[in-house]
């Protein structure tokens, strides 16, 4: 099959609308269940992408969830805490939880209120595990080079039926030039072939000049996610996975502020306060999501105004002071960014998340100021000497 007809476009305006191939050769993948859209199918391209160089440059599974073509989160496959399973929603019932499912559950766990209505992507076959993970979560579809056959039966389940699965030829290689349209003018460009590695790490310009290796597979997942996000975009990561994607912004503070504010959250959902807040029986996951993320918010009086919609007793207000408190804990965060960090405000305010180590660019006219300001703040900071803009 070298063409698949949509139902429509971006829009449901925009007819006719389909993938193909233009050479005439076999797309690269096979539609098992559902009937994917133009959005899906970006975001399924887009994520497998990227699991398919996490996994690379990290030896580990990688899962990534995506929403209007940029990851909500990215991660390997490294065990889960108790604390995260808690946060993530993840059922003990599933029992032992394999590298796969741990790297979905990452991923879709971070912004879980992004992540709401994904696109998934796996590195590796779908297993069973991974599949009663992905059963409750509310999700369009998964693209994966393989499926066990009990877990493609639980996901075609889901969606009365049509959930959206796709299998993709891991050994598919594009040609080296791509085109798209716009306005009716056709660009051309080679494609992103830009391998991030550790090598692309060795340039340490601060006086801090210790990356552990955890940091620096830190590093690598931030870049690589960066590499398919929309720009200008920002990632913070810890431990395998991202915590916090600022996509899409026109301001790369504002950039590096949504992406901080995403990995406050993160770490403010592990609060003990949160993670024994008292909901009622049958308050659904996407419900306890928005509470949660109110609770936590500035706006916390919206969701205490209306506690008993969702708790059985009233919280206390998680105080400013708390949270501040909480937050100082967050600590050996990494922060990427898709090009140079302009003005030594980003590096404050990564600070204020946890950030002690900085992959960017470099290249900016005030990176003596950038690099003072990651001094006065113990950072270790490389430049890669690469922009990873992505539209």
Not at 16 to 37: A, C, K, Q, Y
Request: charged share 25%; net charge negative; aromatic share 10%.
């Amino acid at each position: 099959m070298n063409e698949f007809q949509l139902k429509y476009g971006c829009n449901p305006n925009q007819k006719p609308s389909r993938i193909f191939m233009e050479d005439g050769s076999d797309l690269p993948v096979e539609i098992l269940n559902g009937r994917p859209g133009y959005i899906n199918f970006l975001d399924a391209f887009n994520g497998y992408q990227l699991v398919k160089e996490l996994k690379k440059a990290t030896g580990l599974p990688a899962a990534t969830s995506f929403k209007h073509v940029s990851p909500a989160g990215a991660a390997v496959g490294l065990p889960l805490t108790d604390v995260e399973k808690k946060i993530y929603w993840v059922d003990e019932a599933i029992g032992e939880l394999s590298p796969i499912a741990c790297a979905y559950a990452r991923a879709r766990g971070a912004d879980r209120m992004s992540s709401f209505g994904d696109f998934i992507s796996l590195s590796d076959v779908c297993d069973v595990a991974t599949a009663k993970l992905i059963q409750h979560e509310v999700s369009d579809g998964i693209v994966a080079p393989g499926y066990e056959p009990e877990a493609f039966e639980i996901l075609k389940a889901k969606k009365k039926g049509n959930y959206n699965i796709i299998k993709i030829d891991p050994e598919y290689k594009p040609e080296p030039i791509e085109r798209k349209q716009v306005f009716g003018v056709t660009f051309e460009q080679g494609r992103n072939e830009f391998v991030i590695d550790k090598e692309l790490l060795s340039n340490v310009v601060t006086e801090n000049k210790d990356i552990p290796e955890s940091a620096k597979i830190d590093m690598i997942i931030a870049l690589i996610t960066l590499k398919y996000t929309q720009s200008n975009s920002v990632c913070y990561v810890k431990n395998g996975q991202a915590i916090g994607i600022g996509a899409g912004q026109q301001s790369r503070i504002h950039c590096t502020r949504l992406a901080g504010q995403k990995a406050d959250n993160w770490y403010l959902r592990q609060n003990p306060k949160v993670l024994k807040l008292p909901f009622k029986d049958g308050v659904g996951r996407a419900d306890r999501d928005n509470a949660i993320d109110l609770y936590i918010g500035d706006e916390y009086e919206d969701i205490l105004n209306d506690w008993e919609r969702v708790f059985t007793e009233k919280p206390s207000v998680f105080t400013t002071e708390e949270k501040k408190e909480w937050l100082a804990g967050n600590t050996d965060v990494t922060i990427g960014s898709d090009a140079f960090f302009p003005f030594g405000d980003n590096i404050e305010r990564a600070y204020k998340s946890g950030v002690k180590y900085v992959a960017q660019p470099g290249g900016s006219v005030r990176d003596d100021q950038v690099i003072e300001t990651a001094n006065k703040r113990g950072m270790a900071m490389c430049f890669t000497g690469m922009r990873l803009f992505h539209h």
